[in-house]
């Protein structure tokens, strides 16, 4: 079967915030955040929980916990086997916080945005 393709969403000024943020966490904390990305490239959207989970309107979540520290990475599908990583952060709440969802839905905006301008 065929890998998907996993996509650091990029802002226009070139920052990659999940690529920062997996950067910014421990060696165990990245080491599983790896594995659970691999397991994205491999199943795709046929992964579920307790890996992955659909938040809203087409936003997944990537769970990763290490230890006390949990950890969510939102994403999206794109057709062509792609997901494209928007936003992470360190789980506090016991749901995933609105603005961050919200954050998630932006960056999936601006992304396809600016996709139709280069083709």
């Known amino acids: 079967m065929e890998k998907f393709e996993i996509v650091f ?8 915030p999940v690529e920062d943020f ?3 966490q421990n060696i165990k904390m990245q080491v599983k955040i790896f594995r659970s990305l691999t397991l994205l490239e491999e ?11 659909l938040l809203s309107d087409g936003i ?13 990475i939102l994403y999206f599908f794109v057709v062509g086997r792609k997901a494209v990583l928007t936003n992470a ?7 995933t916080p609105i603005k961050e969802i919200q954050l ?3 960056r999936r905006s601006d992304y396809f945005k600016r996709a139709l301008k280069n083709e």
């Open 9 to 16: 969403y990029e802002t226009i000024t070139g920052i990659r």
């Open 22 to 24: 997996i950067l910014a």
């Open 43 to 53: 199943q795709g959207n046929n992964l579920r929980e307790p890996d992955s989970k």
């Open 60 to 72: 997944f979540e990537i769970r990763v916990k290490q230890s006390n520290n949990i950890t969510r």
């Open 89 to 95: 952060f360190v789980k506090k709440t016991i749901k």
């Open 104 to 106: 998630a839905k932006e």
